[in-house]
């Protein structure tokens, strides 16, 4: 039995443990051990079918796993009434029933979530220019996902779970998110995942990154220690060889006697850039996107090896 200060310090908001999901021979998940930290913004990402919305579904209690556990706040959450009434899951399968109208939504999500915040709610229906008068059935892909996002950010559950919050928005509408989240977590500190293969418009938004990919974890850790450890160096190939001598090269292309290498540094404090560029070579960090590619890219290639 936990204690109130157990509960209230609960360092994870998320804990997955050897979680394993199974559709027949195939593996949505397969021993995926993870933990996300509470009061942290979180950016889930991998390819289409990597088990994000698996993850996020068993997490939500929305679908039982093959094997494994998984906590939320430290609580399992099946059947768990103050587990899941901290949590607000926005998929991006939501289908409302016919004859809703966004009146019908926000009245639904008040009742539901503690936290609800009326007056954000309003605001961002406007912001997002959503008609009050039409049926939800007559919206389009972009306005389905403002409403996902209307009712995920008013909510301020303390654990939010976005997945792939923006298909069809457009670029000024993802750009509203992005402001509107960041403003109101900084007022409200709780816990985000975003989960997303738009990787660069969100980089700068998340402070721990986990990527999946056919259903295992390949990189769980803040983005900052990340930023630090990956990077990208080009020049002469020998040099380029010299430089990445005995570290992780997830990539490495030659043009000539030139080469281009994205490396992960073992260590954040590794200053590999800056060895680079003391070696006369160009070293810059490699931007999240490419870095996700390049990971997802090399582990494919390792099971391919290893089979
Ligand atoms: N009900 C189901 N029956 C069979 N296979 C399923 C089922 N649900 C998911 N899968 C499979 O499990 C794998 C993981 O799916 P999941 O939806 O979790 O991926 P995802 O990372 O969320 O992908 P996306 O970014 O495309 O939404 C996929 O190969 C998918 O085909």
Request: hydrophobic share 40%; aromatic share 6%; proline share 3%.
């Amino acid at each position: 039995m936990m204690t109130v200060k157990d509960r209230t310090q609960a360092a994870y908001a998320l804990e997955a443990d050897r979680l394993t999901k199974s559709y027949g021979a195939q593996k949505a998940l397969d021993g995926v051990s993870l933990k996300l930290e509470a009061g942290l913004i979180h950016g889930l990402l991998g390819r289409n079918g990597a088990g994000k919305t698996t993850l996020m579904s068993i997490a939500t209690a929305q679908l039982f796993a093959t094997s494994g556990e998984v906590r939320i706040f430290g609580q399992q959450p099946y059947e768990n009434r103050e587990a899941l009434s901290k949590i607000c899951f926005i998929k991006e399968s939501q289908r409302y029933p016919d004859m809703f109208h966004v009146e019908d939504v926000l009245a639904t999500a008040r009742a539901l979530y503690p936290n609800w915040d009326e007056a954000l709610a309003g605001e961002l229906v406007e912001s997002f220019r959503l008609p009050r008068r039409k049926k939800i059935k007559g919206f389009s892909r972009g306005m389905l996902s403002s409403v996902g996002i209307v009712v995920g950010l008013s909510s301020r559950a303390e654990l939010t779970l976005f997945d792939e919050p923006y298909l069809g928005l457009d670029a000024v509408a993802r750009s509203l998110f992005y402001d509107r989240l960041i403003e109101d977590y900084a007022e409200h500190p709780r816990t985000v995942v975003l989960s997303t293969h738009l990787i660069d418009e969100v980089s700068r938004l998340l402070e721990a990154i986990h990527v999946i990919d056919g259903g295992r974890l390949l990189l769980s850790e803040d983005a900052e220690s990340l930023r630090s450890r990956a990077y990208r160096v080009s020049g002469s190939a020998a040099k380029v060889d010299a430089v990445t001598a005995g570290r992780r090269v997830l990539r490495r292309e030659t043009i000539g006697g030139s080469a281009v290498a994205s490396v992960l540094a073992g260590e954040p404090g590794e200053n590999g850039i800056g060895r680079a560029r003391e070696a006369g070579l160009e070293a810059e960090p490699l931007p999240l996107q490419q870095l996700i590619v390049d990971l997802t890219a090399h582990a494919a290639r390792g099971k391919e090896e290893s089979a």
